[in-house]
Structures are given as C-alpha cells and as structure tokens.
C-alpha cells in the first residue's frame, strides 16, 4: 500500500510563504504607476508652458535671480503644482489598492496597510518640512532634489513591507534626485523624469510580472 509522503521543508517553506504574504501590503498595481506617471508628466508641461511661459523665463535664470521674499508668483506656481500632482497621485494610489482589494474579496484597511502608510508618511512629511525651510531660505534650487530623494527614502522605508519593485523604485528615485542636487538648473527635467518617467516604467514592470 503506498502512502503519501511528507516534507516537512516543503511544508515549513509553505507555511513561511504564507505568513510573508499575510504580512506585506500586496495591493499596489500598475494602474497607481501609470496615473502618478502622467500627472507629473502632465504637471511639468503646466509648469513649463503656464508658470515658466514655455520657457520665456527660464527655470535656471530664475533660480538664480529669485531673491527676497519667496513668495513670488513662480515659487507658488511650483508649489500648487507639486501638491496637487502629490494629492493626486496619493490618492489614486489608495483608490486602485481599494479596487484591487475589492476585487480581490480582502480587506483594504489592515494591520499591513497601517504598517506602509506610517512608513511612507515619515520620510514624507519630513520631507515636506524640509522643503518649505528650503523655500523660507530662498533655496529654491534644491527643492527639487529634496522632493526626489526624500520620496525615494519613503519608498524605500515602505518596500519592506509591500513588493521588492517599490524598494527599486525608491533607489531610482535617491539617485535621480541627487543627481538633480548636482545639476540643479535642470531641476525640473529631474523632477519629470523621477516623478514621471520612473512611475511610468514601474507601471510597465508590474503589469508585466503580475497583471499581464
């Protein structure tokens, strides 16, 4: 009479598969790459073609000639755009992980997705912080490094706990960002290409290795 074998490697091994998934945020999809991709794709044209009038003032002469109060019409201009392609980019973020969760009968709110969210916001708001002291000092140059790589240590922070492709996509982030700190008069190409290119090649590699 046969009978079936047991591993228990095997079974040790399911049983660890199981508990690392149970414990990260596997919510993510291509769709919330795709849509933070061409918002700030889309921002950067409003800021090139609204607030810098397709290029009549030019993103480095302004950084070099902006001085006293920094409240001017361009670092406003900047600064909407910025907040608005971030709340729109968090909150499609959080609505495609709903969908997905949805659809996929879990639960959105859980202990895994308190877990993230705490770790992207602390690099953040840090971040955020860190940007308007920036701003306050007239070092406007810079502000598009700190965004990218303060974003990318979120991103890295959070890619414990959710899917490997979000902690490369943190270290694409940090490099382009100092590069951006390097060459500060094309901080906005940088920002473009860190905050638009990058989501859009994520987006690609996720729907490539888990949607196709």
């Not at 973020?93 to 997905?100: D, H, L, N, T």
Request: contains cysteine; glycine residues 10%.
């Amino acid at each position: 009479m046969k009978t079936n074998s047991v591993n228990p490697k095997e079974d040790i091994q399911a049983i660890r598969e199981i508990m690392e998934r149970s414990s990260k945020f596997m919510l993510l999809n291509s769709w919330a790459g795709f849509f933070a991709g061409t918002c700030a794709l889309i921002g950067a044209a409003v800021v090139w073609f609204g607030v810098l009038e397709s290029g009549a003032l030019h993103y480095d002469e302004f950084l070099c000639t902006v001085g006293g109060s920094p409240l001017n019409s361009v670092t406003i201009g900047l600064g909407t755009v910025a907040l608005i392609v971030l709340l729109l980019a968090g909150v499609a973020a959080i609505w495609f992980s709903y969908r997905k969760a949805q659809k996929a009968g879990q639960k959105f709110w859980t202990s895994s997705t308190k877990r993230v969210l705490a770790h992207l916001l602390i690099p953040i708001v840090s971040g955020g912080i860190f940007v308007l002291i920036l701003v306050s000092r007239n070092q406007i140059d810079l502000v598009a490094s700190a965004m990218l790589i303060f974003y990318g240590l979120a991103l890295v922070n959070a890619g414990k706990f959710t899917s490997g492709e979000i902690h490369y996509l943190g270290m694409a982030e940090i490099a382009v960002g100092l590069l951006a700190g390097v060459f500060a008069s094309y901080g906005l190409v940088f920002w473009a290409l860190g905050f638009g290119l990058l989501h859009l090649v994520y987006g690609v590699v996720m729907w490539m290795r888990y949607e196709r």
